[in-house]
C-alpha cells in the first residue's frame, strides 16, 4: 500500500534575522511578532556569549524557530540573509530581515499579516518598503525590568531623518541582490511603500536627495506613515548602550567597529510620546509571550 506524498506547507512569511547577544529581548520580539500573524522565525545567531545561544536552542527545540550558527565576520549581516534566502525562497512566500531592536507595528484594527497581504495582492509587487520609527532612550540611564516597548515611549518626529530609513518585506524568489535595509528585485517588480504607492528611494549625507527612477536604497524620499511602521530601539537606556551595543562591533562594518557618542546622540530621539502599550493588539502580544514561557519551562 503506498501513502500520498504531501505537499510541502509554504509559509506566508518569514522573519530572518541574525543575532549576536540579545538574550534579553528575544522572547518579547518573538511573542510580538506572533501576534501580528508572524509565526516562521529563521535566525542565525553570531557567535554570542550571553546565553542568547542557549535560549535560541531551546526555541528550536520546541519548533519555535528555525536556528543556524555563523562565525563573526565582515559583512556576516549580508552572507546570513543571503543563506537564508538560498535555503527557503521556496517555502515562504514573503520575508523580511529585521533586528532583534526592531518591530513591525501596524496602526488600526488589522494585524501586520493582514496589511502586508493586502499590499501584496497586486502580483506586480516584488518588494515593500517600511519607514522606521526610531525611539529614543525616554531619559533612562540604567535597564529596567519590563518590556522594551513598555519602557521606551518616546519617539522621534517625522522631521527627523533617520525616519527616512526603511526595513523591506519581498518576495523572495525576486530578490536578486539583498542588502541589510533593501534589495534589488528582478525587473517588472513594483517595490512600493505603505500606502500602495510606488516608492521613491534617495541618499542620506545631511539632506534627503531622490536617486534615478528604478534604483533603490535604504531611504526612501519621503516617508509613508501608514498601515505599518518599524519600530526601532537602536538604545534603549543609556547602560544598555554602553554594555551591550557600543563595543559589540558590527555585523557589516566588522567586530571592531565602536559606535560613538556621536551615534549615541544622532538615536537618541524623544520628540514625542508614543507608546506601543495602547495598541490594541498589546493584549494578545501578552497573552503569546506567557505561552513562549510556559512552553520553554520558565514560567
Not at 48 to 72: C, M, N, P, W
Amino acid at each position: 500500500m503506498f501513502g500520498f506524498l504531501r505537499k510541502k506547507a509554504i509559509a506566508p512569511i518569514a522573519i530572518g534575522a541574525i543575532f549576536r547577544n540579545e538574550k534579553d529581548y528575544i522572547l518579547e520580539w518573538i511573542a510580538w511578532h506572533q501576534s501580528q500573524g508572524i509565526d516562521k522565525f529563521i535566525i542565525y545567531d553570531n557567535e554570542s556569549d550571553d546565553g542568547t545561544f542557549q535560549l535560541l536552542e531551546l526555541l528550536q527545540k520546541h519548533a519555535v524557530i528555525d536556528l543556524y550558527s555563523i562565525e563573526r565576520q565582515d559583512k556576516v549581516q549580508i552572507i546570513a540573509y543571503e543563506k537564508i534566502l538560498s535555503q527557503y525562497k521556496n517555502d515562504v512566500e514573503l520575508m523580511t530581515f529585521i533586528d532583534a531592536d526592531e518591530f513591525l507595528v501596524p496602526y488600526g484594527e488589522l494585524r501586520v499579516i493582514d496589511h502586508i497581504n493586502d499590499l501584496f495582492s497586486d502580483k506586480s509587487v516584488g518588494g515593500l518598503a517600511l519607514n522606521w520609527r526610531n525611539y529614543g532612550t525616554s531619559g533612562h540611564l540604567n535597564q529596567l525590568d519590563g518590556f522594551v516597548i513598555d519602557r521606551f515611549t518616546q519617539a522621534a518626529s517625522d522631521q527627523r531623518l533617520r525616519n527616512h530609513y526603511i526595513k523591506s518585506v519581498y518576495r523572495p524568489k525576486l530578490v536578486k541582490d539583498i542588502y541589510p535595509h533593501r534589495a534589488v528585485l528582478e525587473n517588472r517588480y513594483r517595490y512600493i511603500n505603505s500606502s500602495g504607492d510606488n516608492a521613491v528611494f534617495a541618499t542620506y549625507d545631511r539632506c534627503i536627495k531622490p536617486i534615478p527612477s528604478g534604483a533603490t536604497s535604504g531611504v526612501t524620499d519621503t516617508i509613508c506613515d501608514m498601515r505599518i511602521r518599524v519600530h526601532h530601539y537602536a538604545l534603549k537606556s543609556h547602560e544598555e548602550f554602553t554594555k551591550k551595543k557600543k563595543y559589540r562591533g558590527s555585523s557589516m562594518f566588522g567586530a571592531g567597529l565602536v559606535k560613538s557618542d556621536g551615534y549615541f546622540k544622532e538615536f537618541d530621539l524623544n520628540d514625542i510620546e508614543l507608546p506601543v502599550n495602547n495598541n490594541l493588539h498589546y493584549s494578545l502580544f501578552r497573552e503569546k509571550y506567557a505561552r513562549l514561557l510556559n512552553l520553554i519551562g520558565l514560567k
